[in-house]
């Protein structure tokens, strides 16, 4: 457990041993620091195992219906088997239906002593006044950093990578527990046909999303418009309709990284700014993107296009800002 994390955990521990009942909204982040808080947080005011204690309404941030929250009634009617608080756990309280929330606020009304109310939101403002006025609502100001390891820190050379444990606590605590694997992907990216191998072994090892990302930022990059068709042809036998939407969304998020750092190098002064300064020297033989391209890339990501086509357009159209 990092510093900054324990010492949010710590906090929020305190805080329900202060109360008679616990009610928390809290916004820290992705789901893998919410699984670490949890872990941590029942291991600091339990002494037993909460299992059996706990109640998820919805554990991967889908809508909350009606029946979620009645279900919360019968769940606290008894007191713990075997913790000492029984725990509701939201992940996305914001995506709870209308119905769902009166019935929350009944059930949150006056709760039995034991119960720990905790409501994971992006997005505090979004839910609704009668709810948040009835609950603590604490922000965890993480920085990524702080989740990696003084060991890891030492062994990282690589520039991606150190860009990548800076992007976000989800990516800095998978470098920290998986630096081989990260720099096993990311060390051979040496051209256009070890950097596509390099992709689509990922694709089918289950590297996280965030990495396959900088390896598609490095084809891009490294792509000329004569390897357009060899590269959409073997994007295309290597997806299929259960992935080709992955394979979208991350090459969208690819696209949008370097988009934004070229606008940012070639339109401001703040070149500080660039997520990927290693890339500067590429940048610079580049035109800048018009403001269509960033529009459409950006309607891309909620539009229902053809996978494929999109998959081939975006890339030839990325490939076209190169001068050379």
């Known amino acids: 457990m990092k510093e900054k994390l324990l010492e949010f955990t710590n906090k929020v521990a305190e ?3 202060s109360q008679s009942a616990t009610r928390l909204i809290l916004k820290i982040g992705s789901d893998v620091v919410k699984e670490k808080f949890l872990k941590s947080l029942t291991d600091i005011v339990e002494e037993k195992e909460v299992f059996y204690d706990t109640l998820w309404l919805n554990r991967r941030g889908e809508s909350i219906n009606v029946s979620n929250a009645r279900g919360v009634s019968e769940f606290l009617r008894y007191s713990p088997s075997v913790a000492k608080h029984k725990y509701v756990i939201a992940n996305e309280v914001a995506n709870a239906s209308r119905e769902a929330v ?40 993480l920085d990524p950093m702080s989740f990696v390891s ?10 991606l990578i150190e860009s990548l444990m800076k992007s976000s606590p989800e990516a800095a605590i998978y470098i920290d527990e998986h630096l081989e694997r990260v720099e096993e ?18 694709l089918k090892d289950d590297i996280p999303d965030f ?20 590269v959409f042809q ?25 988009v934004e750092d070229i606008i940012t190098l070639k339109k401001t002064a703040y070149w500080k700014g660039i997520k990927r300064r ?20 950006i309607r891309m990501y909620a539009a229902n296009v053809n996978q494929d086509l999109s998959i081939f357009l975006l890339i030839s159209q990325f ?6």
């Open 319 to 324: 490939t076209l800002l190169k001068r050379k």
């Open 234 to 258: 073997k994007l295309r036998r290597a997806t299929n309709s259960n992935n080709s939407s992955k394979v979208l969304k991350i090459l969208l998020d690819a696209i949008l990284v370097l």
């Open 150 to 159: 003084a060991d890891v820190l030492e062994r990282v050379t690589n520039p």
């Open 102 to 141: 009166a019935a929350l606020l009944k059930i949150t009304e006056e709760p039995p002593k034991y119960a720990v109310f905790i409501f994971f939101t992006d997005f505090p403002l979004r839910v609704i006044s009668t709810i948040r006025s009835r609950f603590t609502i604490l922000s965890a100001e």
């Open 185 to 202: 992907v990311l060390s051979g990216l040496k051209g256009v046909r070890s950097t596509l191998k390099a992709l689509l072994d990922g």
């Open 15 to 17: 805080f329900i041993d």
């Open 211 to 230: 990495v396959l990302s900088v390896v598609f930022e490095q084809l891009l990059l490294s792509m000329k418009r004569e390897d357009i068709p060899y």
């Open 278 to 297: 290693s890339y500067i020297p590429k940048y610079l033989e580049m035109n800048s993107p018009k403001v269509e391209f960033v529009d459409w890339v």
